[in-house]
């Protein structure tokens, strides 16, 4: 995590605004933006909640994210509260 801070803080970020640098432009910054957004709310959809949910009552408990301290939704909505503040613009 403090890798991907420093690259962000290092000029990462502007270059990502301005659609530079690793970018053809600003069109092709948010389409990789929007693409690994939407990938990561799939992820969350089906392996945080569809699979340990099941098809059937009481659903796979061992599938769950933290099974064994019971923080799983905590940790679901810590990863939607993140993508919605990166959705806003917020840091």
Known sequence: MEDTL???NSGYAQSFKEGSGDFDSKKHAIEKFLTI????????NDDKLKAPLGVGA????????SAISLSSLDNIAV???TLFSQYQGLN
């Open 6 to 8: 420093l690259q962000w």
């Open 37 to 44: 957004w939407f990938e990561y709310l799939e992820i969350i």
């Open 58 to 65: 009481p659903g796979k408990g061992d599938l769950l994210e």
């Open 79 to 81: 990863n939607i509260n």
